[in-house]
Every structure is written in structure tokens, then in C-alpha cells.
């Protein structure tokens, strides 16, 4: 569909261009495109041959085809006569260029002003136009673009071929982070099933729940989604589905896990689901995964030279560093079962406490220790440090494992993370699970990944940004502002997701990927869109997601007639 022709009255450049719309005079265009419209062009040079580019149209502009003054404005508005022209112009970013003779690397070149631009409507030629068709057997739909096409991304930079990790940034309640982050890991495990490149692989998707019970009812319909059925806009998501080929249903694969109530408040778990099951850690565990370090405050260790020593010289204790005697250091975590009896063992007498005196520790030094120990304790690490240990079964081909940590401290949070993530490390290095890439899921990234800081959970996660991706690891975090994420998990992502964010955000470096344009509509976004950017796409686009068939708080879910209730 011709939409007009490249305009010669602005500078035509390989990588931009304008268009001027056709029209007649005094009238509107034939064709109106929108922002995010896919275009081409065709044009020919004797030394190139033919050469079709493609774009995206970015901005659009109506203006007189020549300045006048407001008062002759004025007359003929109030007159109704247009004896000047009035132009539409669009402005287009190349996103492709594809030489016809094929050539793999087509010439760097603008179009020639006068030719003949054309709408892309075709999905086929959409593919073209964006890059898709060069990657037909890996690609994975993250929703539909302005013209109602499914938009792709490259399986390759998603499960560590040539990249890994996705993150996603956006506003708190608007940016719908969490509904497409919880989209594309259906989209993820559908499209894995029916793929003839990746159907071997099992992947493995671990969900931490830190805001109240969001994610708890994943594998029960939405109630918004069934009071959809039948109305016009539940029909255009279940089409959207159907066309990406994504299942419109919750998970039922899904296990959840949920930390144990506090002594006092008896037997069961802090969870509103009624087969929650608990889980804890051993002291064999602390010491094992490295979590002894991070119940300290890594700010105050790198303050303190003598606290970090205190600390260290317990880790080594424990690990019986000094002897490297297994039956020893048995008998010296058998003395500890928990936070209480860690306590103990710092009084005056207690076998810590004399050991840190025979390395000359100071007693104010042994007394600070003790003293971080107690508010550690008190604000719920003996929620997760227990006696014996509970294990998480997220080790489960195909499954989904929801792990709330939500009604936890934040210091008791970072620990729960710190360990699963450890020990999904340590099973993947082991090479145990070499067809099942496991995808960790983790709204406020920030939190656990701060910019600036050397604790131990953000060292965590920049070995999982880092060398994750070798082992099939793949981090997939958001966050309301990206800018506040450690730099170096941040850069490792190959796939960033951009949703409503603030314009003084969006400023920062870490959107430097969207064009200027982009910018200002990632902050006039509304819940459904986003943009999405791979190493692939020389332009970031925009898509449009449906609303999660599954229920995504704990006042949205419904049960299947029959089955069980689920809430306590």
C-alpha cells in the first residue's frame, strides 16, 4: 500500500529518512500511518543494484507547506480556506536493509528522494522488515506489534548462545512488570514444547514472591479474565494468545513454597495457600552456601576490619579450615542448631567465644559480633535456620517453583535468595542438568543487586550475570528504575524490557539503547505495552502483550469447581 515518497526536503541519511504522506490538496493524507508503522522502500544504484530498506516510523508532523503569520492563519481558519498545502511528514529509522543481488553485508545507503514508500502489512515481510525471518527456528513471540503482527525475540540471546538474561524496568502499578514477566515465561515454556531446535530442553523456572501474595495463585484462572469472556476485549486477548501461539492457561506445573510461622504462632506456614509448603536451611547449610557472611551488614564489615575478621575466623572454624578434618568439623556444627545456640556459644565460656579469644580477638569485637547475631536473630533468622533442613524442590524439569519471601525482613530475604540461587549454581556447575535451563524470576532487583554495594548477595548475582549463562542459568530481574542496579548485572542482559517509566529515569544511561523518540513514549506507556530491544533488532520495538489468563493477586483467583480451597 503506497503511503508516499521519500521527501528530498529534509536529509536522507541510511539509518534515517522522511517521508512526505500523499494528499491532495486541502485534504488529509490517503493513507494516515502511525508511530511504530513498518514502511519500505525500493530504489536502485547502477553499482549496488536494487536495494529495498526498511523502517519504522518514529515521528509524525503536519504543518502549512510554507511559514505565514498568525493573523493570515487566523482568516483562514475562520474563513475555511486553505489556499496552502498542508504536508504530513513522517519520520522513519531504518531497521533493515537487504540487498537484492544477496549480498550478505548489504551497502550502508540513504534512499533516493522521490521513491516510492510503501506500508508493510504482510507478516511475512514484517519478518523481513525486523530481522525475524533470520532466525525462523528460535524464535520466541513477547507480544504484537502496532499492525497486529507477532513480534519475536532470538531464542539465542535468551538461553546463552550468544547471550542470556532479560530485565525489565518500569513504574511501579503501571509499568506491568510482573504480568510480563510472568507472560513471557509462559510464552518461554510453550514455545520450547513445540520447538524442533529446542525440544529437548526441560526448562526449569523458579519464582521468588516478594510482594504480598501476588504470585501465589499463578496456577488458577484470573477472575478478570473469565468476566472477560465474551466481551470485546477479552476476545482481542485470547486472539492475541492464539495467534502467538501462547496457552491462555494458569500453571499447573506450579509448587509453592512459603517460609515457616514463628514459634509462638504455632505449626504451618505464612502463606494465605493451605498447601504451602515450608522450608528452612542447617547450620551445615550456612556455612556450606557461604550464608554466614551475608547476615552481616557488608558496609559495616568493610568499615570494621576487626568485625570481618571475627567473622571470617568463624567461617573457617566451622569449615574446620584449620585441620581439615571432616569428623571435627561434624562435631563442632552438631554444637549449633540454630540462631539461639549460636548465641550461646559467643557468651563468656561458650566454645566460640573461646576460640576467638585464642586468636587474641578483642571482647568488645566477640560483643559486637554477638550483638548483630541478636538483631539477625530477632528479625527472623530463626525462621530459616533450623535444625533440621527443608529442602526446595525446584529442581523439577518442566515445573514451576514459587518461593514466597515476602512476609521476611529484607536482611532475611537476601539470605533465602543468596541460598536457593547458590544452590541452583551448584547443581547446574555439577553438570546434572545440562538439558534443563533454569530461569530465576525476581521483581526488585535493585534490592538484592544494589549499584555500589561489595555484599555477598550482590556478588551473588554478579556470578550469575557473568557466568550464568554457560551453565544455562538465565536471570530474569525487574525493577522500577534500572539506573540502581549493579552495573554489572545490569550490562549483561541481552534482553531488556522497557515499560512506563519516569522521564528523569529515563535519562539515565542505562536507556541509551531507546532512540530519542522512544523516550518519550516509554513515558506515556499504558499497562500492555512495553519496549523490547536484543543485540539483533537495530531498532527497539514496541508490543503489545494480553492480560495474564492467570491471577496474579490473591483477591483475583478462582478455583476450578470441585477443587479443594486453597486459602486458609
Do not use: C
Not at 475562520?78 to 489556499?83: A, D
Not at 506491568?176 to 523456572?205: A, C, N, Q, V
Amino acid at each position: 500500500m503506497k503511503i508516499g515518497y521519500v521527501t528530498g526536503s529534509s536529509s536522507a541519511s541510511p539509518y534515517e529518512f522522511y517521508v512526505r504522506l500523499r494528499s491532495d490538496i486541502n485534504s488529509s493524507p490517503d493513507v494516515m500511518v502511525r508511530i511504530g508503522d513498518l514502511v519500505k522502500v525500493d530504489f536502485e544504484y547502477e553499482n549496488f543494484g536494487e536495494i529495498s530498506v526498511y523502517g519504522t516510523v518514529t515521528e509524525l508532523s503536519n504543518m502549512w507547506d510554507i511559514p505565514m503569520r498568525g493573523f493570515e492563519e487566523l482568516l483562514i481558519v475562520e474563513k475555511g480556506i486553505k489556499p496552502k498545502l498542508s504536508t504530513f511528514v513522517a519520520k522513519v529509522v531504518t531497521t533493515r536493509i537487504v540487498s537484492h543481488r544477496g549480498d550478505m553485508n548489504p551497502p550502508d545507503i540513504p534512499p533516493i528522494p522521490g521513491s516510492t514508500v510503501e506500508l508493510v502489512l504482510n507478516e511475512s515481510e514484517v519478518d523481513v522488515a525486523l530481522g525475524f525471518d533470520s532466525f525462523s527456528d528460535r524464535k520466541l513471540p513477547v507480544g504484537t506489534l502496532e499492525n497486529g503482527s507477532v513480534a519475536y525475540l532470538d531464542f539465542s540471546y535468551i538461553l546463552g548462545e550468544n547471550g542470556a538474561h532479560i530485565n525489565i524496568s518500569g513504574q511501579s502499578g503501571v509499568a506491568s512488570k510482573t504480568s510480563y514477566m510472568t507472560f513471557l515465561m509462559r510464552s518461554i515454556m510453550d514455545s520450547l514444547r513445540f520447538s524442533r531446535r529446542y525440544g529437548h530442553l526441560k526448562p526449569i523456572f523458579v519464582i521468588f514472591n516478594v510482594k504480598g501474595d501476588s504470585l501465589m495463585f499463578i496456577d488458577h484462572f484470573s477472575r478478570r479474565w473469565l468476566e472477560s469472556e465474551g466481551t470485546a476485549v477479552g476476545r482481542e486477548w485470547r486472539k492475541m494468545y492464539e495467534k502467538m501461539g501462547v496457552n491462555a492457561t494458569p500453571f499447573d506445573s506450579a509448587r509453592f513454597y512459603a517460609v515457616s510461622k514463628e514459634e509462638i504462632l504455632g505449626f504451618g506456614v505464612d502463606s494465605l495457600r493451605v498447601d504451602a509448603k515450608p522450608y528452612s536451611w542447617n547450620t551445615s547449610d550456612f556455612f556450606d552456601l557461604g550464608l554466614f557472611e551475608m547476615i552481616f551488614d557488608p558496609q559495616e564489615l568493610e568499615r570494621n576490619s576487626n568485625l570481618m575478621l571475627a567473622v571470617i575466623s568463624i567461617m573457617e572454624y566451622m569449615n574446620a579450615d584449620d585441620t581439615g578434618n571432616e569428623l571435627e568439623k561434624m562435631r563442632r556444627r552438631s554444637r549449633i542448631s540454630n540462631p539461639y545456640e549460636l548465641l550461646a556459644s559467643l557468651n563468656e565460656g561458650g566454645f566460640l567465644y573461646e576460640h576467638l579469644k585464642s586468636l587474641e580477638m578483642r571482647v568488645s569485637t566477640i560483643k559486637l559480633l554477638k550483638r548483630r547475631l541478636q538483631l539477625a536473630t530477632n528479625v527472623g533468622l530463626a525462621r530459616i535456620w533450623k535444625k533440621e533442613a527443608v529442602k526446595i524442590d525446584w529442581n523439577r524439569p518442566g515445573g514451576v517453583t514459587v518461593i514466597d519471601i515476602s512476609r521476611l525482613r529484607t536482611k532475611i530475604q537476601s539470605i533465602v535468595v543468596g541460598a536457593v540461587i547458590k544452590e541452583i549454581m551448584r547443581e547446574k556447575e555439577s553438570g546434572r542438568l545440562s538439558n534443563s535451563p533454569v530461569f530465576i524470576l525476581l521483581d526488585e532487583l535493585n534490592k538484592y543487586a544494589p549499584r555500589g554495594e561489595g555484599s555477598e548477595i550482590a556478588s551473588i548475582f554478579r556470578d550469575v550475570a557473568e557466568r550464568g549463562r554457560s551453565f544455562g542459568v538465565i536471570l530474569v530481574g525487574a525493577e522500577q528504575t534500572a539506573s540502581e542496579v549493579d552495573y554489572r548485572v545490569i550490562t549483561q542482559a541481552a534482553t531488556m524490557v522497557v515499560g512506563r517509566q519516569k522521564w528523569v529515569e529515563l535519562s539515565k544511561n542505562e536507556y541509551g539503547h531507546l532512540l530519542a523518540e522512544q523516550k518519550r513514549k516509554a513515558a506515556t506507556l499504558t499497562q500492555g505495552s512495553v519496549i523490547v530491544d536484543q543485540p539483533f533488532l537495530r531498532v527497539p520495538i514496541t508490543v503489545r502483550f494480553p492480560f495474564p489468563a492467570w491471577a496474579l493477586n490473591e483477591n483475583d483467583f478462582v478455583s476450578p469447581e470441585g477443587e479443594e480451597e486453597v486459602l486458609i
